[in-house]
């Protein structure tokens, strides 16, 4: 049996630490402070009795648990973050367990009145019994994603003195800036040395993701000319008049305020604009490489068509790749997230299978070489005050990463 008690005790340790990342900074990882969790983690995993851990010069922290069958058995790997999001801030975490859940409203905060409702999550009635740890509504909590690295650390410590449960090779991985979106940038993938690996990483239980959005960038630029408004007759061309037509071209269903699912977007998340110049930056969306395609050929096309019509070159357009959808991946080998799901079943955990409408760690690993699906940490809510996270989904989540090892042995047997 898990010990509920360490796991909290574990979890607290990590979350008030403060490791947020900075989007801003180029140097990895991006803030000094990250070193803090991640020299920790790495004594620990050192006095744990793992092997091989090592820390390297961008606080990348990887380690063993040997095997300790005969036969040969894949080697595989279960990676988290340990950075939290810059979109809130994670100094002074201060924590709030909340024994045997009653199914009502928990105050964060009584000063500032924050409430965390079952009425607005409700998400909550699901735990109802169980022992929630809130944040205390002025931080966020980083269950996003230190019940990660918990549930990991847990697990290992768990195999180490639990030798009667027979596992292949193990590697973890801690990495930091995950959620500046390059936690996979200098992952080492072949000294990491795992056949295949799993990021916990996802939020309620049940949760196992291998299929992620296809993504991709966009930078429009409409090119004006400015003169004076009192002399301008047939002189002036303001770019943002026609930065507005080629918004309105765009089929105005396909925004994430219309689309849920397998269904794809384009979004419009910046404007800057004056007279001369309008910048409009976007995001493009779509789990099917082919409407993928389709979508970025389309807003080429529009900047064409545009540019036709006005007979001047007002606009330009800039799309970049930013990653891929991992199921290209993991589908020839989905045998790894078979695993997954029979090592939940075995526990009396239903698995949610859904795809992600963003992208994750994984799915850059699983274009490096390493694939890489995505499992339950446990915790809701994530990057704000509300975050908050059921102690017995980290420990279910860390009998996971237990069965998993020990069924990947059985069926190499
Ligand atoms: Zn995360």
Same mark, same amino acid.
């Given at each position: 049996?898990?010990?509920?008690?360490?796991i909290?005790?574990?979890?607290?340790?990590?979350?008030?630490?403060?490791?947020?990342?900075?989007?801003?900074?180029?140097?990895?990882?991006?803030?000094?402070?990250?070193?803090?969790?991640?020299?920790?983690?790495?004594?620990e995993?050192?006095?744990?009795?793992?092997?091989?851990?090592?820390?390297?010069?961008?606080?990348?922290?990887?380690?063993?648990?040997?095997?300790?069958?005969?036969?040969?058995?894949?080697?595989?790997?279960?990676?988290?973050?340990?950075?939290?999001?810059?979109?809130?801030? !994670?100094?002074?975490?201060?924590?709030?367990?909340?024994?045997?859940?009653?199914?009502?409203?928990?105050?964060?905060?009584?000063?500032?009145?924050?409430?965390?409702?079952?009425?607005?999550?409700?998400?909550?009635?699901?735990?109802?019994?169980?022992?929630?740890?809130?944040?205390?509504?002025?931080?966020l909590?980083?269950?996003?994603?230190?019940?990660?690295?918990?549930?990991?650390?847990?697990?290992?410590?768990?195999?180490?003195?639990?030798?009667?449960?027979?596992?292949?090779?193990?590697?973890?991985?801690?990495?930091?800036?995950e959620?500046?979106g390059?936690?996979?940038?200098k992952?080492?993938?072949?000294?990491?040395?795992?056949?295949?690996?799993?990021?916990?990483? !996802?939020?309620?239980?049940?949760?196992?993701?291998?299929?992620?959005?296809?993504?991709?960038?966009?930078?429009?630029?409409?090119?004006?000319?400015?003169?004076?408004?009192?002399?301008?007759?047939?002189?002036?061309?303001?770019?943002?008049?026609?930065?507005?037509?080629?918004?309105?071209?765009?089929?105005p269903?396909?925004?994430?305020?219309?689309?849920?699912?397998?269904?794809?977007?384009?979004?419009?998340?910046?404007?800057?604009?004056?007279?001369?110049?309008?910048?409009?930056?976007?995001?493009?969306r779509?789990?099917?490489?082919?409407?993928?395609?389709?979508?970025?050929?389309?807003?080429?096309?529009?900047?064409?068509?545009?540019?036709t019509?006005?007979?001047?070159?007002?606009?330009?357009?800039?799309?970049?790749?930013?990653?891929?959808?991992?199921k290209?991946?993991?589908?020839?080998?989905?045998?790894?997230?078979?695993?997954?799901?029979?090592?939940?079943?075995?526990?009396?955990?239903?698995?949610?299978?859904?795809?992600?409408?963003?992208?994750?760690?994984?799915?850059?690993?699983?274009?490096?070489?390493?694939?890489?699906?995505?499992?339950?940490? !446990?915790?809701?809510?994530?990057?704000?005050?509300?975050?908050?996270?059921?102690?017995?989904?980290?420990?279910?989540?860390?009998?996971?990463?237990?069965?998993?090892?020990?069924?990947?042995?059985?069926?190499?047997?």
């Open positions: 049996m898990i010990n509920k008690q360490d909290i005790n574990r979890f607290i340790s990590y979350v008030t630490i403060d490791t947020e990342s900075d989007p801003e900074s180029e140097t990895t990882p991006s803030t000094e402070k990250q070193w803090d969790l991640a020299k920790k983690l790495a004594d995993l050192l006095d744990m009795g793992m092997s091989d851990v090592s820390i390297d010069d961008n606080a990348y922290i990887m380690a063993t648990l040997p095997s300790n069958v005969d036969h040969e058995v894949p080697t595989i790997g279960f990676i988290s973050h340990f950075d939290t999001s810059p979109d809130f801030t !994670g100094a002074n975490v201060k924590p709030q367990i909340i024994e045997n859940y009653d199914g009502k409203d928990i105050i964060l905060n009584a000063e500032q009145n924050i409430i965390l409702s079952p009425d607005y999550f409700e998400d909550l009635l699901q735990y109802e019994g169980q022992t929630l740890i809130t944040t205390d509504g002025t931080t909590l980083g269950a996003d994603d230190k019940a990660g690295i918990t549930e990991i650390m847990s697990a290992m410590k768990y195999l180490l003195e639990h030798p009667e449960i027979k596992h292949g090779t193990i590697k973890v991985g801690f990495t930091p800036d959620e500046i390059r936690g996979a940038h992952f080492d993938v072949e000294k990491f040395g795992a056949d295949w690996a799993y990021t916990m990483d !996802g939020s309620q239980i049940g949760e196992l993701e291998y299929e992620n959005f296809n993504a991709a960038g966009a930078v429009i630029t409409a090119k004006g000319k400015i003169v004076h408004p009192g002399y301008a007759k047939g002189k002036m061309v303001n770019s943002m008049y026609y930065a507005s037509e080629f918004i309105n071209t765009l089929p269903l396909e925004r994430p305020e219309h689309t849920e699912g397998y269904e794809g977007f384009f979004h419009l998340y910046d404007i800057d604009g004056s007279v001369e110049e309008t910048t409009l930056k976007y995001i493009i779509d789990h099917d490489a082919d409407k993928f395609e389709a979508k970025k050929a389309l807003m080429e096309k529009i900047v064409l068509d545009l540019n019509k006005f007979e001047a070159l007002i606009f330009d357009i800039d799309i970049k790749d930013q990653y891929f959808n991992m290209e991946k993991v589908e020839p080998v989905m045998h790894i997230v078979d695993i997954a799901e029979d090592a939940m079943k075995a526990l009396d955990i239903e698995p949610l299978i859904k795809p992600i409408r963003g992208g994750t760690d994984g799915s850059q690993l699983s274009y490096m070489g390493l694939p890489c699906p995505n499992i339950f940490a !446990g915790g809701h809510n994530f990057h704000g005050r509300y975050e908050y996270v059921p102690v017995e989904s980290m420990i279910k989540a860390t009998e996971v990463i237990c069965k998993i090892a020990e069924l990947t042995a059985e069926r190499y047997e």
